[in-house]
């Protein structure tokens, strides 16, 4: 991975290109442009205070639900929140408020798209041009999931909402660019097949989306992060986010190889090495934890597919997205007992799989305090954890977890995964808030600081 | 690691049976067709293809280090193998053909099962480990589930166990 001295959350990887043609390795560095000056943006996006600041650093969450009763566009996810003259609140779309730089990074879509021979992906990239300069995102999402699959892939614009902490609905800007890794993508299309093959036994079927038969999964040598994804390196992700376009038009994940490796080397592999005592850990090669931990990225980013409900974002607001990630992360654990039944995976590659997904748990815990995007994962992962500990199904001792009961695991992340997609399919705010209060606590964590802090100093995220 | 059946009826009979079945080659008639199939493409069309591909690399270039010749090389000797471990398969393989008898009473190898789980429904193909694809519903005889699954009748409960992990089904058809 290569940091960019002077342009800030910007990435690039190094990664093959031998097998792409020399119009494709042009419509590459095309792309890259354009996603280094997303990265611009979204700096802009973050200035002034520590995170996201999508609201004038003056207004508080009150003032801001009274003025979006009058003018719904203050909260609409495609706006900035600002003070006109007389102070008062005004929302101004994001393809007007960073429309210079928006473009220049048209025009380099466009340029790549004049290279490409590929006129689907061509097409894609002028829809997604358009779409920056007029704020028709949907349409580049919709064009972006419909053609067929190809080799090269960029996302570029507001996308995720994880930084609005008020209201979870105003969106980030980020883009990459990525490579398909063919082998990696067939593994994980089986396993989205495998696993889909279930008719699941739908809770609340009027309250769920269900587009399975329209969800498509890729694994990529990313070449590049910029904005927010640069900023916190997910291993995978899901578009759309909006859940009635993935009702119409199916979903599409993407697997960022190079950074499932970077995350596996610098955090998962030590903090396996900090939490399992030596007995335990001698038990696993390190190749068999890599597979483990690859693996448990794509369960995570099928099992999303799973657990879409229609109004849960409305009802639960900014509690929404810990519910959907502990939901989906509990659930990945039993679709990986579903591929072991079907000989899909082998014994060893399960119980890798379960241990990476408890190494998973310690993931972004030391951030918490300076990146409000991470804290649903931490909260999520501590509910987790005290199910695991209470359950049995993990014993703490004072050289670390002895050897997981991963029978016990099974069961505890399976009924932890019902429950929780019962409260996205029906719950209230308030039963959410509920359950939080008496499951997250972070008291957990804490006796694994010292170990787990070093970790953090050796690999900054 | 394999399934260990708890349906006491039938035990030992089963696990004979899975014990039998992990040294045979089953396929089914559709499976047999579609090696042989390939077996043929190899053997007429990919080896054509190849000689072609040595022969052009062979005029291309005469030194010693030609990268393009040593990678048909390699092709070629991936192909020659695995004509000559379909061939295997071919003499070795026992043919399950469920489509011109009655359906069975019991679920054996080539039957096409629906089972209930406690999350739902799912229906898939039993098959020899060859042709097992589980993303296209083929279960191997050899898997946890399908190795449990033998043996079993339409409503009966299978639990299947394995070292660190249970489930149960219960058979709702049997095709």
Same mark, same amino acid.
């Given at each position: 991975?290569?940091?960019?001295?002077? =342009?800030?959350?910007?990435?690039?990887?190094?990664?093959?290109?031998?097998?792409?043609?020399?119009?494709?390795?042009?419509?590459?560095?095309?792309?890259?442009?354009?996603?280094?000056?997303?990265?611009?943006?979204?700096?802009?996006?973050?200035?002034?205070?520590?995170?996201?600041?999508?609201?004038?650093?003056?207004?508080?969450?009150?003032?801001?639900?009274?003025?979006?009763?009058?003018?719904?566009?203050?909260?609409?996810?495609?706006? =900035?929140?600002?003070?006109?003259?007389?102070?008062?609140?005004?929302?101004?779309?994001?393809?007007?408020?960073?429309?210079?730089?928006?473009?220049?990074?048209?025009?380099?879509?466009?340029?790549?798209?004049?290279?490409?021979?590929?006129?689907?992906?061509?097409?894609?990239?002028?829809?997604?041009?358009?779409?920056?300069?007029?704020?028709?995102?949907?349409?580049?999402?919709?064009?972006?999931?419909?053609?067929?699959?190809?080799?090269?892939?960029?996302?570029?614009?507001?996308?995720?909402?994880?930084?609005?902490?008020?209201?979870? =609905?105003?969106?980030?800007?980020?883009?990459?660019?990525?490579?398909?890794?063919?082998?990696?993508?067939?593994?994980?299309?089986?396993?989205?097949?495998?696993?889909?093959?279930?008719?699941?036994?739908?809770?609340?079927?009027?309250?769920?989306?269900?587009?399975?038969?329209?969800?498509?999964?890729?694994?990529?040598?990313?070449?590049?992060?910029?904005?927010?994804?640069?900023?916190?390196?997910?291993?995978?992700?899901?578009?759309?986010?909006?859940?009635?376009?993935?009702?119409?038009?199916?979903?599409?994940?993407?697997?960022?190889?190079?950074?499932?490796?970077?995350?596996?080397?610098?955090?998962?592999?030590?903090?396996?090495?900090?939490?399992?005592?030596?007995?335990?850990?001698?038990?696993?090669?390190?190749?068999?934890?890599?597979?483990?931990?690859?693996?448990? =990225?794509?369960?995570?980013?099928?099992?999303?597919?799973?657990?879409?409900?229609?109004?849960?974002?409305?009802?639960?607001?900014?509690?929404?997205?810990?519910?959907?990630?502990?939901?989906?992360?509990?659930?990945?654990?039993?679709?990986?007992?579903?591929?072991?039944?079907?000989?899909?995976?082998?014994?060893?590659?399960?119980?890798?799989?379960?241990?990476?997904?408890?190494?998973?748990?310690?993931?972004?815990?030391?951030?918490?305090?300076?990146?409000?995007?991470?804290?649903?994962?931490?909260?999520?992962?501590?509910?987790?954890?005290?199910?695991?500990?209470?359950?049995?199904?993990?014993?703490?001792?004072?050289?670390?977890?002895?050897?997981?009961?991963?029978?016990?695991?099974?069961?505890?992340?399976?009924?932890?995964?019902?429950?929780?997609?019962?409260?996205?399919?029906?719950?209230?705010?308030?039963?959410?808030?509920?359950?939080?209060?008496?499951?997250?606590?972070?008291?957990?964590?804490?006796?694994?600081?010292?170990?787990?802090?070093?970790?953090?100093?050796?690999?900054?995220? | 690691?394999?399934?260990?059946?708890?349906?006491?009826?039938?035990?030992?009979?089963?696990?004979?049976?899975?014990?039998?079945?992990?040294?045979?080659?089953?396929?089914?008639?559709?499976?047999?067709?579609?090696?042989?199939?390939?077996?043929?493409?190899?053997?007429?069309?990919?080896?054509?293809?190849?000689?072609?591909?040595?022969?052009?690399?062979?005029?291309?270039?005469?030194?010693?280090?030609?990268?393009?010749?040593?990678?048909?090389?390699?092709?070629?000797?991936?192909?020659?193998?695995?004509?000559?471990?379909?061939?295997?398969?071919?003499?070795?393989?026992?043919?399950?053909?469920?489509?011109?008898?009655?359906?069975?009473?019991?679920?054996?190898?080539?039957?096409?099962?629906?089972?209930?789980?406690?999350?739902?429904?799912?229906?898939?193909?039993?098959?020899?480990?060859?042709?097992?694809?589980?993303?296209?519903?083929?279960?191997?005889?050899?898997?946890?589930?399908?190795?449990?699954?033998?043996?079993?009748?339409?409503?009966?409960?299978?639990?299947?166990?394995?070292?660190?992990?249970?489930?149960?089904?219960?058979?709702?058809?049997?095709?």
């Amino acid at each position: 991975v290569t940091n960019h001295k002077g =342009v800030d959350y910007f990435l690039t990887y190094d990664v093959e290109t031998a097998g792409l043609t020399n119009s494709e390795l042009q419509v590459l560095e095309k792309l890259l442009d354009a996603a280094r000056l997303a990265a611009n943006i979204y700096k802009l996006q973050r200035s002034g205070k520590k995170d996201a600041s999508f609201y004038p650093a003056d207004a508080t969450r009150v003032e801001i639900e009274r003025a979006a009763e009058a003018d719904e566009e203050i909260l609409s996810p495609y706006t =900035v929140v600002e003070r006109d003259e007389e102070g008062k609140l005004v929302a101004i779309p994001y393809h007007l408020k960073y429309k210079k730089t928006l473009e220049v990074i048209a025009e380099k879509l466009v340029e790549a798209a004049q290279i490409s021979n590929n006129n689907e992906f061509a097409q894609v990239l002028r829809i997604q041009a358009e779409a920056l300069l007029t704020g028709s995102y949907d349409k580049a999402q919709i064009a972006w999931m419909s053609i067929k699959p190809y080799k090269l892939s960029i996302v570029i614009g507001p996308m995720e909402r994880i930084e609005d902490e008020w209201f979870f =609905v105003k969106r980030s800007y980020e883009a990459w660019v990525g490579i398909m890794n063919q082998g990696l993508t067939e593994r994980a299309i089986e396993f989205k097949d495998t696993v889909f093959s279930l008719h699941r036994e739908l809770l609340f079927p009027s309250e769920k989306v269900d587009f399975m038969d329209k969800s498509q999964i890729r694994v990529d040598d990313t070449y590049c992060f910029a904005g927010m994804i640069a900023n916190f390196k997910y291993t995978g992700t899901t578009l759309p986010n909006e859940i009635e376009l993935m009702g119409q038009f199916g979903s599409e994940a993407t697997i960022f190889l190079p950074v499932v490796k970077e995350s596996f080397n610098r955090r998962h592999l030590p903090i396996f090495e900090t939490i399992f005592s030596e007995y335990f850990r001698k038990s696993f090669k390190r190749s068999d934890l890599e597979r483990g931990y690859l693996y448990t =990225v794509m369960l995570h980013e099928i099992a999303r597919v799973l657990v879409r409900y229609k109004f849960a974002t409305s009802r639960l607001r900014e509690l929404y997205p810990i519910y959907q990630e502990l939901t989906v992360e509990a659930l990945a654990v039993k679709l990986c007992g579903n591929l072991f039944l079907k000989s899909m995976i082998s014994q060893s590659e399960m119980e890798a799989v379960l241990v990476m997904f408890l190494t998973r748990i310690f993931d972004y815990y030391f951030e918490i305090k300076d990146s409000a995007g991470m804290r649903p994962y931490v909260l999520g992962n501590a509910i987790l954890l005290n199910s695991l500990l209470s359950s049995g199904a993990l014993i703490s001792g004072p050289k670390g977890f002895s050897w997981p009961d991963f029978t016990k695991m099974f069961i505890a992340t399976s009924n932890l995964a019902d429950l929780m997609e019962r409260i996205l399919a029906e719950g209230t705010y308030t039963d959410a808030k509920d359950y939080l209060d008496k499951n997250s606590t972070l008291k957990v964590f804490k006796s694994f600081s010292p170990e787990l802090k070093e970790i953090v100093k050796i690999s900054p995220n | 690691v394999f399934g260990v059946i708890f349906r006491t009826t039938t035990q030992e009979g089963k696990m004979a049976t899975a014990q039998q079945a992990s040294k045979q080659v089953y396929l089914t008639r559709q499976g047999l067709q579609d090696v042989k199939g390939e077996l043929e493409f190899l053997k007429t069309d990919k080896r054509l293809q190849l000689a072609k591909r040595l022969q052009d690399a062979r005029e291309m270039d005469n030194t010693e280090e030609n990268a393009e010749y040593d990678a048909a090389m390699t092709d070629q000797e991936l192909v020659e193998n695995r004509i000559s471990e379909l061939e295997k398969l071919i003499r070795q393989a026992k043919v399950i053909d469920h489509s011109t008898s009655a359906p069975s009473q019991i679920i054996t190898i080539g039957s096409t099962v629906t089972l209930e789980t406690k999350d739902g429904v799912e229906e898939f193909t039993i098959v020899g480990r060859t042709e097992a694809n589980p993303a296209k519903k083929k279960i191997s005889n050899e898997s946890p589930l399908g190795s449990s699954l033998l043996g079993a009748k339409k409503g009966d409960t299978v639990s299947v166990s394995t070292q660190i992990l249970s489930y149960q089904c219960k058979v709702l058809e049997i095709k």
